[in-house]
């Protein structure tokens, strides 16, 4: 049970549960933000949205909003790349699905896994890379003024999950993952010699 495809499927599904709880931080999580300042009495950003930790008040939620001149003004709607990398690793994991219940998988999830985890990867490194660059200028910004602001959980989790994505398109695309058989030789062949 615990083969090279299960552990595939178990590191695309970590991936994805980070991926969610990222783009499902500040303001439905509040214990996930990109970034937490002390200004106007405490304020935490996430994907969708802002809120005053003091007062509860959170922004509207959507992709793109604002909060000038602090953020880089069209920078948050380019957060989507959140729920694409986590589609694009739903979708992988469930291409591997036809591998645990047949008795002679066929080819094609190996193919189909192999893109659909590089594109997860290029598109969750995307959105850290954003993400890093906007809430560091964010930070900076805030600091100047005279406020405190730091990093919150949600950088941390982005970074990991594009990092096992990042292993996870790696092994796939060699064909390996625990002994060189992700992909390139069928389970139920056996050579003697």
Known sequence: MCGPTFLMFLATIAALVLLVLVIFSQPFI???YFLST????GLQFGVLGFCNV???????????Y???PELLNPLPIVLVLYPVAAGLALLGAVSLLPLFYSRRPPR?????????????????AAAFGITMWLFTVARDRFRAEGFTADYGPST????????????VA????CGTCMGGRFGRQARHLAYTY
Not at 108 to 124: D, E, I, K, Q, R
Not at 156 to 167: E, I, K, R
């Open 108 to 124: 094609w999830p190996y193919v189909v896994f192999g893109m659909l985890s590089m594109l997860a990867f290029l598109a969750a």
């Open 38 to 41: 002390s200004a106007e009495g």
């Open 156 to 167: 941390w989790m982005a970074l990991a999950a594009a990092a096992v994505l990042l292993l």
């Open 54 to 64: 003091s007062t509860g008040v959170c922004s509207q939620k959507k992709f793109g």
């Open 30 to 32: 509040h214990v996930f």
């Open 66 to 68: 604002e909060f000038l």
């Open 170 to 173: 790696m092994n796939a695309g």
